[in-house]
């Protein structure tokens, strides 16, 4: 499986161009693919061409183009040939290790022979992962407890498929007959911020809650290491690796390629992990219908946990099952 630290230690034995044009490198294990640099530094990962391309992209920190004429020489000779090539004009070194896992994402997703137009589908993701107009959904805390939950899943697949789905929007995790929404803290008590509409029975379905306790620490588990542990437990499934990368973007908004380091105590989490009944947590009566929303703190210490939980929940690996 080529990876984004796959990317970067070829990277790193590429010398840029003294004035024009790229200078890259075959990614190993990944027939017709390269990586280097431009010659303003830009790192360029060079594709199988696009049969049916769409046109060239233009942005602040990308350049895509489907199909493009490019001259390669390597090992003294020449190759002129039609690539798809991207540019990511790096401003910030810390930018560069989620570009590369995500480049590293695309190139498992293409694969060695591409049908007509998937060049140009990649290209269109990677504006959405990397020009995104959407502003944040959840927190950085949040974003880190649920990958750890899906890593301690017995069914990773089937975890980031019911990851945000549209099943039923107010939970993070929705499936048939199953809900169950992550919260996490790093509070000395488990106290944890609801809306009512979370807690309230939902027909035809059982609804828990996950509960992590954890501190930040430059000592923990970076998200971006929980992402690459994900990656790998879903080894020869591109498309479902590709989907957590969207998830992770769609979830801290404009920015969450400078999150992706951001370190949480794993061990801490682990070991308070349970899942916690919703209809168990207090809550207040429902409001009038003319109220939207109701958001509640709750401490919930108090709350007997769920030992022989149901569906999604009973994928988890926790330390109360």
């Known amino acids: 499986?080529?990876?984004?630290?796959?990317?970067?230690?070829?990277?790193?034995?590429?010398?840029?161009?003294?004035?024009?044009?790229?200078?890259?490198?075959?990614?190993?294990?990944?027939d017709g693919y390269r990586v280097g640099r431009g010659a303003d530094n830009?790192?360029?990962?060079?594709?199988?061409?696009?049969?049916?391309?769409?046109?060239?992209?233009?942005?602040?920190?990308?350049?895509?183009?489907?199909?493009?004429?490019?001259?390669?020489?390597?090992?003294?000779?020449?190759?002129?040939?039609?690539?798809?090539v991207v540019q990511f004009h790096v401003d910030d070194e810390a930018l560069l290790q989620p570009f590369l896992d995500v480049a590293a994402a695309v190139i498992r997703m293409l694969g060695k022979s591409p049908a007509p137009g998937e060049v140009s589908t990649a290209m269109r993701r990677l504006v959405r992962l990397f020009d995104r107009a959407e502003p944040a959904r959840g927190s950085v805390l949040g974003l880190w407890a649920e990958l750890l939950v899906i890593d301690r899943s017995t069914d990773v697949a089937g975890?980031?498929?019911?990851?945000?789905?549209?099943?039923?929007?107010?939970?993070?995790?929705?499936?048939?007959?199953?809900?169950?929404?992550?919260?996490?803290?790093?509070?000395?008590?488990r106290v944890h911020e609801f809306a009512l509409r979370q807690l309230v029975p939902v027909e035809g379905a059982e609804v828990l809650v996950a509960?992590?306790?954890?501190?930040?620490?430059?000592?923990?588990?970076?998200?971006?290491?929980?992402?690459?542990?994900?990656?790998?437990?879903?080894?020869?499934?591109?498309?479902?690796?590709?989907?957590?990368?969207?998830?992770?973007?769609?979830?801290?908004?404009?920015?969450?390629?400078?999150?992706?380091?951001?370190?949480?105590?794993?061990?801490?989490?682990?070991?308070?992990?349970v899942v916690l009944p919703a209809a168990a947590i207090p809550r207040v009566a429902s409001p009038p219908p003319a109220v939207i929303d109701v958001r509640l703190t709750v401490d919930c210490t108090d709350v007997p946990p769920e030992y022989h939980p149901k569906g999604l929940a009973a994928l988890i690996r926790s330390v109360t099952s």
């Open 42 to 84: 830009a790192v360029a990962l060079l594709t199988p061409a696009d049969q049916a391309p769409e046109p060239p992209t233009r942005l602040r920190r990308l350049s895509l183009d489907p199909r493009l004429r490019c001259r390669v020489e390597a090992e003294g000779s020449t190759l002129e040939d039609d690539f798809g």
């Open 159 to 189: 975890m980031v498929d019911a990851w945000h789905a549209y099943v039923d929007a107010r939970f993070d995790f929705a499936a048939a007959g199953s809900r169950l929404e992550v919260k996490a803290t790093t509070r000395d008590a």
């Open 211 to 273: 509960s992590v306790m954890t501190t930040e620490t430059h000592a923990g588990t970076a998200i971006g290491e929980l992402v690459s542990r994900v990656e790998r437990r879903l080894d020869g499934d591109a498309t479902r690796q590709m989907r957590v990368h969207e998830q992770v973007a769609a979830t801290l908004g404009p920015d969450w390629v400078r999150h992706t380091d951001r370190r949480f105590d794993e061990q801490q989490g682990i070991q308070s992990l």
């Open 1 to 30: 499986m080529t990876t984004g630290a796959d990317l970067r230690a070829t990277l790193q034995r590429v010398t840029p161009p003294a004035d024009h044009g790229f200078s890259v490198l075959p990614v190993p294990g990944a």
